[in-house]
């Protein structure tokens, strides 16, 4: 029976022995917790050399939910304290000394006190470091959300073609956008050598127009001619009784623009856009200087760079802007050039062919009439041999002008060719056709002419030829052939009169 003892005690004594070596592995401390005394105590036990009396524990009670639950570090410790209280029960003989346990249990306590406090001096650090990298990723968070809405306003300035849109644009899209206080764009008046104020957001204009600004000073001198970026920040306590006149400036743009920090950034876009369209020029200017308020003092460097990214694309798209606007009214100046004649401003002859036949498709749907005058210049060749080529074209010039200013809106005039002139009157049938011809027909011929006298009916004189769409005909060819005979028939009846095409 002292042997059954004893042999259920030495298990007991290496199942603890055993789970301080674990625990202590864990903690990193293992030969710390291990006194020599228990170490020499599992050897001889394996010996059969010594032999524990104490009351019999049962190993179910702590070392499976040990074992089971390892990872849970309070169920560690309380498992340990455990251990700890029962080593204080311990009666421990080797050799037939007794060894008192207490010291044991002391030595272990003191190690984990200490191990426990570096610890919480560490979860201290730990939590300090969490806090500090949360900020972090949470600013980093919010400096890319500014990028994303930094492509996204940058790229609805790609879309914009009208210039007054595009300035207004900008300051609008950095409160509205990015966020900013307020903003204000400034165009360089490099003639004036100034600066002109263009759009704003949530500044007062009063305010604006008291600001003086000068620009033989730092920072503006650097802005215009280096182009170099500033942000400045008034946090001068009283800046209203200082001597300094820079403070004083800057305190002013803070009042203006409602904010402590202050971004001067330049605009650089293209110096003459007709140099990069035609001579591949590509010089550049400072055109514009972005001057933008922010409320928070803090990342100032990360939103200076937007602010550059967001000037570089406005730049950009002022040029581009500028080049569009060229080269639309080069193709609107080269497209009139197309379709009108050089010498009386009329539509020429191409224009009136795609024109008369769009207009007789319409009338075809619609089941309308149209007609059509051709007009011509009595005894012209005989002007021109008279008084020459330049009174010559002073006469068609007046001619034209004549029959801008007696037709309607909806007509269109042509110079056919030489000293012919062409009608295409929309909606109007043979009857009004003749009415306007034989206005236009009297008006020439009581406009005073330089050397009219000179000529055969003793004044300058027109004939016309009359046809209608779809009377007369249905084929644009037909139709003026049709008004060219009654026109001959005008010249053949003496000139100076109005016939209809038969």
């Given at each position: 029976?002292?042997?059954?003892?004893?042999?259920?005690?030495?298990?007991?004594?290496?199942?603890?022995?055993?789970?301080?070596?674990?625990?202590?592995?864990?903690?990193?401390?293992?030969?710390?917790?291990?006194?020599?005394?228990?170490?020499?105590?599992?050897?001889?036990?394996?010996?059969?050399?010594?032999?524990?009396?104490?009351?019999?524990?049962?190993?179910?009670?702590?070392?499976?939910?040990?074992?089971?639950?390892?990872?849970?570090?309070?169920?560690?410790?309380?498992?340990?304290?455990?251990?700890?209280?029962?080593?204080?029960?311990?009666?421990?003989?080797?050799?037939?000394?007794?060894?008192?346990?207490?010291?044991?249990?002391?030595?272990?306590?003191?190690?984990?006190?200490?191990?426990?406090?570096?610890?919480?001096?560490?979860?201290?650090?730990?939590?300090?470091?969490?806090?500090?990298?949360?900020?972090?990723?949470?600013?980093?968070?919010?400096?890319?959300q500014m990028l994303i809405r930094l492509n996204n306003a940058t790229q609805n300035l790609f879309t914009i073609t009208d210039r007054k849109v595009l300035l207004r644009t900008v300051t609008t899209s950095l409160c509205e956008d990015l966020n900013f206080t307020s903003a204000v764009l400034w165009v360089y008046d490099k003639s004036e050598q100034r600066l002109i104020p263009i759009s704003w957001a949530n500044?007062?204009?009063?305010?604006?127009?008291?600001?003086?600004?000068?620009?033989?000073?730092?920072?503006?001198?650097?802005?215009?001619?280096?182009?170099?970026?500033?942000?400045?920040?008034?946090?001068?306590?009283?800046?209203?009784?200082?001597?300094?006149?820079?403070?004083?400036?800057?305190?002013?743009?803070?009042?203006?623009?409602?904010?402590?920090?202050?971004?001067?950034?330049?605009?650089?876009?293209?110096?003459?856009?007709?140099?990069?369209?035609?001579?591949?020029?590509?010089?550049?200017?400072?055109?514009?200087?972005?001057?933008?308020?922010?409320?928070?003092?803090?990342?100032?460097?990360?939103?200076?760079?937007?602010?550059?990214?967001?000037?570089?694309?406005?730049?950009?798209?002022?040029?581009?802007?500028?080049?569009?606007?060229?080269?639309?009214?080069?193709?609107?100046?080269?497209?009139?050039?197309?379709?009108?004649?050089?010498?009386?401003?009329?539509?020429?002859?191409?224009?009136?062919?795609?024109?008369?036949?769009?207009?007789?498709?319409?009338?075809?749907?619609?089941?309308?009439?149209?007609?059509?005058?051709?007009?011509?210049?009595?005894?012209?060749?005989?002007?021109?041999?008279?008084?020459?080529?330049?009174?010559?074209?002073?006469?068609?010039?007046?001619?034209?002008?004549?029959?801008?200013?007696?037709?309607?809106?909806?007509?269109?005039?042509?110079?056919?060719?030489?000293?012919?002139?062409?009608?295409?009157?929309?909606?109007?049938?043979?009857?009004?056709?003749?009415?306007?011809?034989?206005?236009?027909?009297?008006?020439?011929?009581?406009?005073?002419?330089?050397?009219?006298?000179?000529?055969?009916?003793?004044?300058?004189?027109?004939?016309?030829?009359?046809?209608?769409?779809?009377?007369?005909?249905?084929?644009?060819?037909?139709?003026?052939?049709?008004?060219?005979?009654?026109?001959?028939?005008?010249?053949?009846?003496?000139?100076?009169?109005?016939?209809?095409?038969?």
């Open positions: 029976m002292h042997f059954r003892q004893h042999q259920l005690e030495t298990i007991m004594l290496k199942n603890i022995i055993n789970t301080l070596k674990m625990i202590g592995a864990m903690l990193h401390f293992q030969k710390k917790l291990m006194p020599a005394e228990l170490m020499q105590l599992y050897s001889g036990s394996e010996q059969g050399s010594a032999y524990v009396a104490a009351p019999l524990l049962r190993r179910n009670s702590w070392i499976d939910s040990f074992y089971a639950r390892l990872t849970d570090i309070r169920i560690l410790f309380s498992n340990l304290f455990q251990i700890l209280h029962n080593i204080g029960q311990l009666r421990i003989y080797t050799k037939g000394r007794l060894i008192d346990t207490r010291d044991i249990q002391d030595k272990i306590s003191q190690q984990m006190q200490t191990t426990m406090r570096k610890f919480a001096e560490e979860n201290r650090t730990l939590e300090k470091d969490n806090t500090f990298l949360k900020n972090v990723i949470q600013q980093e968070r919010n400096y890319a500044v007062s204009h009063e305010m604006l127009q008291r600001l003086s600004i000068s620009l033989d000073k730092r920072p503006y001198s650097d802005l215009i001619t280096h182009r170099k970026s500033y942000f400045l920040v008034d946090d001068t306590e009283i800046p209203d009784q200082t001597d300094n006149s820079a403070l004083q400036h800057i305190h002013e743009l803070s009042r203006v623009l409602e904010s402590p920090v202050i971004f001067l950034i330049p605009i650089v876009s293209l110096h003459n856009p007709k140099n990069m369209v035609e001579n591949f020029n590509g010089e550049v200017e400072t055109s514009a200087i972005l001057m933008v308020g922010k409320q928070e003092t803090t990342r100032l460097m990360e939103s200076k760079e937007i602010l550059q990214r967001y000037a570089y694309s406005a730049g950009l798209t002022l040029g581009n802007v500028d080049i569009y606007n060229y080269l639309h009214e080069n193709y609107r100046s080269l497209k009139q050039q197309a379709i009108t004649d050089g010498l009386t401003g009329l539509y020429n002859r191409r224009f009136f062919n795609e024109e008369l036949e769009r207009e007789m498709q319409r009338s075809y749907r619609h089941f309308l009439r149209m007609s059509l005058i051709l007009l011509d210049v009595d005894h012209f060749k005989k002007y021109n041999d008279s008084n020459g080529h330049q009174a010559g074209d002073e006469v068609l010039k007046k001619v034209a002008a004549i029959l801008r200013e007696q037709t309607r809106v909806c007509d269109l005039e042509c110079r056919y060719g030489g000293e012919e002139f062409a009608l295409i009157l929309p909606e109007t049938n043979k009857e009004q056709a003749l009415v306007i011809a034989e206005k236009l027909r009297h008006t020439v011929e009581t406009t005073y002419f330089e050397h009219q006298e000179k000529q055969p009916l003793g004044n300058l004189t027109v004939s016309m030829g009359v046809a209608t769409f779809p009377d007369d005909s249905i084929q644009i060819k037909e139709l003026i052939e049709k008004a060219d005979k009654g026109l001959y028939k005008a010249k053949e009846l003496g000139r100076n009169v109005v016939v209809a095409a038969e």
